[in-house]
């Protein structure tokens, strides 16, 4: 074998040690570019190196290796690591409880951040707010000078004169429901022995409605 490719065979044996190593100290799932990232720098391992290393430890059974779509993912075979014991694994147990403990308290406050961030995107900006304040002191403006033509016109009704009004037009409505109310009995007295009908009677005689004319009784006050 020449000096090249014994280099690169004992290059090869350098990283796969470096990743049985890494995968079991680790004990969790890495694709081959998470672990290139993990170790590119501390040990120098080129991507390629790094995907044939798994790939090798793989086909020899050090590691597992499963496939989710195109992407592999590699991982410590559990039956080659050391069992733990009853405290080993109350330790880990409580290291549970502490990292959940974590997790929740994260994700409360990611809760909080994401509805003050809410909160934020709907409020106005500085140079919205500005622009808010001078159109409502437009309108201000406006209707201070509205206000004050209205003060200042000669025009104005008084109390008493729209009282009057009102009064009038009580009076006339009533006049107009009590002649409406005469009209319609007598007419319903001659349609009872009229032999066509309401419509042809109107037509004949000239008759004209209310609603003929889209008119309406204003309601009684």
Known sequence: MSRGREGAAAGGG?????????L????????AQDA??????????????????????AQ???????????????FADQEQLPAAGDAELRGLDGDIAVLSAKVQALQQSC??????????????????MARE??????????YAEKLERIKSATNHVTPEEKEKVCNEQK???????????????????????????KK???????????EDHNVTLPAAM
Not at 36 to 57: M, P
Not at 111 to 128: C, I
Request: glycine share 6%.
């Open 60 to 74: 020899q059974g050090h590691i597992r290796e499963k496939a989710y779509g195109k992407q592999k993912i590699y």
């Open 111 to 128: 809760r909080r951040m994401e509805a003050e961030l809410k909160e934020l995107n709907g409020s106005m900006t500085t140079p919205e």
């Open 133 to 142: 304040i001078e159109e409502l002191k437009k309108e201000c403006t406006s």
């Open 24 to 31: 079991r100290e680790q004990n969790r799932p890495y694709s």
């Open 36 to 57: 290139f990232g993990n170790l590119q720098r501390e040990h120098g391992l080129g991507k390629a190196a790094v995907v044939k290393a798994l790939e090798q430890l």
């Open 14 to 22: 350098a990283a796969a040690a470096v990743l049985l190593r890494y």
């Open 200 to 210: 042809q009677f109107f037509e004949e005689v000239g008759i004209e409605t209310d």
């Open 171 to 197: 009076l006339y409505c009533k006049e107009w429901r009590r002649r409406k109310r005469m009209a319609t009995e007598l007419l319903d007295a001659i349609l009872e022995g009229y032999p066509k009908s």
